[in-house]
């Protein structure tokens, strides 16, 4: 089993930045994909960014594309997402959710499906002024 920790959010001007970190526990963590996406009040969860942890392939949605980049340190269990230029309409609540172990497919799709994580954190909020 693995467990995940979101920490980082904040409040911050348009055009300013913020690095959330995902913690992740237990020894198949860094075998899965990891997905970074954000619920806003009112709104659907929306997917943000993955990256399978073995290969370090990531993708992003086109809302996030050039400004966001998500990484991660194998060593610390950690995964990174750098939010940079952001917008308003990046207020939400930030979330990191973790696929199967070993399960490359789970980062296939470009939608996010709740129902493909094996578990998600409580999450971090992010408030974006303008």
Request: proline residues 5%; glycine residues 12%; neutral net charge.
């Amino acid at each position: 089993q693995v467990q995940l920790a979101e920490s980082g959010g904040g409040s911050v001007p348009a055009g300013g930045s913020l690095r959330l970190s995902c913690a992740g526990s237990g020894a198949t963590f860094i075998r899965r994909c990891i997905r970074w996406f954000r619920q806003a009040p009112g709104k659907v969860h929306e997917g943000v960014a993955h990256i399978y942890l073995p290969s370090g392939v990531t993708s992003y949605s086109d809302s996030v594309k050039g400004r966001f980049t998500i990484s991660q340190d194998k060593d610390k269990k950690v995964v990174y997402l750098q939010m940079n230029d952001l917008k308003p309409e990046d207020t939400a609540m930030y979330y990191c959710g973790a696929g199967r172990p070993w399960a490359p497919e789970d980062c296939d799709s470009e939608v996010l499906n709740l129902e493909s994580l094996s578990t998600w954190g409580e999450g971090t909020q992010v408030t974006v002024s303008s």
